[in-house]
T-cell receptor
Framework: DAGITQSPRHKVTETGTPVTLRCHQT?????MYWYRQDPGHGLRLIHY???????DKGEVSDGYSVSRSKTEDFLLTLESATSSQTSVYFC???????????FGPGTRLTVL | ELKVEQNPLFLSMQEGKNYTIYCNYS?????LYWYRQDPGKSLESLFV???NGAVKQEGRLMASLDTKARLSTLHITAAVHDLSATYFC???????????WGAGTKLIIKP
């Protein structure tokens, strides 16, 4: 399973509150990604990271920020959650030894 | 705008039948991915296709890539119920692992 965990796995929050999702990997991979999955849209890339303190925006980054202060942790923050950010969030890694992208178990976020 | 289109988006079929899912994309890409997702679960990698004419097979699933036509197919042979899932294709147009995804094909296989 590529050693990826996400926390929390489920969260319900209210509009306007800050939320932080955590992705943790155990194998020191450089490349990490945050996606959101919504019905009819497949997955869409939010932010990605190529190493510690090396992050950049993806396709749908508005309203999200990320941080990576350690190789193993990639944090996704919603500064002020909105109902449009209700989604399932997946973290992924790409090992340097392969082109395959592996996914964490996902976090289901509901913003009321 | 880069588009990745899958069709059909929904497919209901009988066990034992053959069928093909199509993935068209609108720009060049060196990599084409196929994933499987069961309801409420994460995504599982099926195939990574890296060159024109690439063909990979795993059990009853076979994927192929035609980069000139910007088309990949996922062929299911003699379908069984356990293959019921949603299948996604994704491309990597800039070869930097920032994947662009299709909307998914929900496959239901009836006994």
């Amino acid at each position: 399973d590529a050693g990826i965990t996400q926390s929390p796995r489920h969260k319900v929050t209210e509009t306007g509150t800050p939320v932080t999702l955590r992705c943790h990997q155990t194998e020191n991979h450089r490349y990490m990604y945050w996606y959101r999955q919504d019905p009819g849209h497949g997955l869409r890339l939010i932010h990605y990271s190529y190493g510690v303190k090396d992050t950049d925006k993806g396709e749908v980054s508005d309203g999200y920020s990320v941080s990576r202060s350690k190789t193993e942790d990639f944090l996704l923050t919603l500064e002020s959650a909105t109902s449009s950010q209700t989604s399932v969030y997946f973290c992924a890694i790409t090992p340097g030894s392969t082109d395959t992208q592996y996914f964490g178990p996902g976090t289901r976020l509901t913003v009321l | 705008e880069l588009k990745v289109e899958q069709n059909p988006l929904f497919l209901s079929m009988q066990e034992g039948k053959n069928y093909t899912i199509y993935c068209n994309y609108s720009t060049t890409s060196d990599r084409l991915y196929w994933y499987r997702q069961d309801p409420g679960k994460s995504l599982e990698s099926l195939f990574v296709l890296l060159s024109n004419g690439a063909v990979k097979q795993e059990g009853r699933l076979m994927a192929s890539l035609d980069t000139k036509a910007r088309l990949s197919t996922l062929h299911i042979t003699a379908a069984v119920h356990d293959l019921s899932a949603t299948y996604f294709c994704a491309v990597d147009p800039d070869s930097n692992y920032q994947l662009i995804w299709g909307a998914g094909t929900k496959l239901i296989i009836k006994p």
